[in-house]
């Protein structure tokens, strides 16, 4: 990014400088408001807020952790490079939210599951599968969504700023890693709620502000498809050549729908690949699942998720929209097609549709609200970093620690997940020069290529756990292995060769990389899907005994679960108490020094107060907080979780979904 | 729903038609939402009609199960008061064997008595 004037400093006037810091304060009086309401100091307490929150705050939170930086800048730059199309991305999901909500957290909350990977640990058996899980979620954590966050955010902060987009990623990621540390998923999901209204607030202004600058919405639809850079020709014939299709907008762009075999994002993909990667991203993420089951009831997470699809129509209006304005006013820039133009414009060759939405921003917001949008970005950023470190760290510490310490307390747990967030932070740093590389033209689209070579056997995996009682642990490990292999067929050659760009074509052979990628998801998706059932079938099933309120069609039972898992407990337990009968016999004889090494101060108490304060912070100190055994919350487990609903607002709440899918129907054939 | 379609409708006749958007075929935008909404209520209507029938016929099912006599909570029954037997042979055919027949009892639901 050297080539980028440093004299884009844009946010210098007191009007902007006071809404960030207004803004900051803000949050930080919310984050500790909810701190001293919420019991922080328990597993259920840190992890899944009491369990106690009504609809708007989960609805808001779903939205709000959905919706990250990445949004702004792929969804506006994708618009800006192709038309409509990419809207189909959001609105395929109000539909999935609703399976979420109808389907698959009833079976969640009734199973008694913190994380995914434990839930098909009980319902499977055997501890492989949830390791197998838990690492590949990391792993598309970090691939998929911290890195896109980071790489996004620093697209913004660049134009924005001009800063050094270390200095300003690092300081993002301080303040994010204090906040998350600190306050726990119920600062998270209070937090949340005002960063969705700061995000939509501020976004709608600069809506107004883009419709009002080209001419309303009919503006838009006369002038984006003259929409050209003036500068079309190579500057080096002999070199290359830049054909018209590279520069010309698409003549379908304002449709949704597109050609099957020649468009871009074809409509078979588009409703069947899309829905695949959805329900991954939707039902069986861990980021998403976890919002759900800190609900109130069940009809509570129902109505959150419907909020939640109401809120997912906004962004063709906030961000596809604006960013196919953005080519409208600065064809130049943003849809630069000479390499070195682009390189001059935005620091890469490939095309510079990223910076749509923030040159946006920076060229049409008067001062303050200039501010006001600086601060968007910095809550969408926050946000949905600071929801990936609480929920990764949340998958480290109950299914890969707690697998290779299984007598780890409760506090050690806490600590550890806490000392994760930190490491993957340092990762993170560690990784923005590889995204900064690895920019290609369409941010979203590197995203969803990943997600669909990776994701749709999990996809598979859970939906066949869910709905198909056949369905046992050899043909569910076997369904992850082969499709990550298949995935993997796909995914390396893609990498090795390149995407490429328009001007300068990949080298990838069309047999490998020439089917569309969800296309692809939902090859990858029927071969997994077969591969689990034709292994299961030729295994012995798993008894009904064990399945009790862990498949859909059992998720009213009554009948006491023999859990597969119990014999692993059993023999843990075992060897926790001879442990501690082992202490006890040593402490017996006197062995002093010993004991004092075992028993020992839990953790040394920090001297000064700045130590004491931030003891207090990461509640390790203060005598009135009791951390359980993890054990102990078998109590809870004991008594039925209540999914049962009060038949009046269970209709209400249904026929708000038909209202909302009545809805999402409409605008999709609007837009078709 | 009716009425929301309509409401919609209203709507989009107020709004200004736009020229450059255009639609597949000779419809209208609108006209395509419209269509696509109107598709899914009429869906939407057919599965809860045969929901409906497909849960009442489950629930006929079960009292029939219970009228055999599998019920494990003794009713309270004054003497003489039962009910009346059934007809059809099938109903009251033994489980023990093919050969022997029981008495059933099928209880009337609003029979009120008192334990005495």
Known sequence: MEG???????????????????????????????????????IGGYFLAGRNMVWGPVGASLFASNIGSGHFVGLAGTGAASGLAVAGFEWNALFVVLLLGWLFVPVYLTAGVITMPQYLKKRFGGRRIRIYLSILSLFLYIFTKISVDMFSGAVFIQQALGWNIYVAVIALLVITTIYTVTGGLAALMYTDTVQTFVIIGGAFVLMGFAFHEVGGYQGLFDKYLEAIPSKTLSPAPALYNISATCYQPRPDAFHLLRDPLTGDLPWPALIFGLTIISTWYWCSDQVIVQRCLAGRSLTHVKAGCILCGYLKLLPMFLMVMPGMISRILYPDEVACVVPEDCKRICGTEVGCSNIAYPKLVVTLMPAGLRGLML??????????????????????????????RPRARSKELLIVGRVWILCMVAISIAWIPVVQAAQSGQLFDYIQSIASYLAPPIAAVFFLALFVKRVNEPGA???????LLMGLARLLPEFAYGTGSCTFPSACPRLVCGVHYLYFAIILFLASVALVVGVSLCTPPIPDKHLHRLVFSLRHSKEERVDLDVEEEEKEERRRRQEMRRQQGVAANGAVEHVLEVEGPPVGQPQGCVGR?????????GAAQQVPEPGVDKEAEETLPDITEQPTWSRVVNLNAIAMMAVALFLWGYYA | MQALQVAALCLLMALEPVNCQQARGNLQPWMQGVIAVAVFLVLVAIAFVVNKFWCQEKEENMESVVTIGDKKEEDVVSNGTEGRYSITAADFRSKETQHAYENIIEYEGKVITTLM
């Open chain 1, 477 to 483: 490990f076997w369904g992850l292995v082969g499709g």
């Open chain 1, 613 to 621: 304060c931030v003891a207090w912070l990461c509640s390790l100190g």
């Open chain 1, 375 to 404: 601060a968007v970005m910095l809550a969408a950023l926050m946000s949905s970093l600071a929801s990936i470190f609480n929920s990764s760290s949340t998958l480290f510490t109950m299914d890969i620690y707690n697998r290779l």
């Open chain 1, 4 to 42: 980028v004037p440093q004299s884009r400093a844009v946010i210098n006037n007191p009007a902007d400088i006071s809404v960030i810091v207004g803004y900051f304060v803000l949050v930080i009086c919310v984050g500790l408001w909810s701190m001293c309401r919420t019991n922080r100091s328990t």
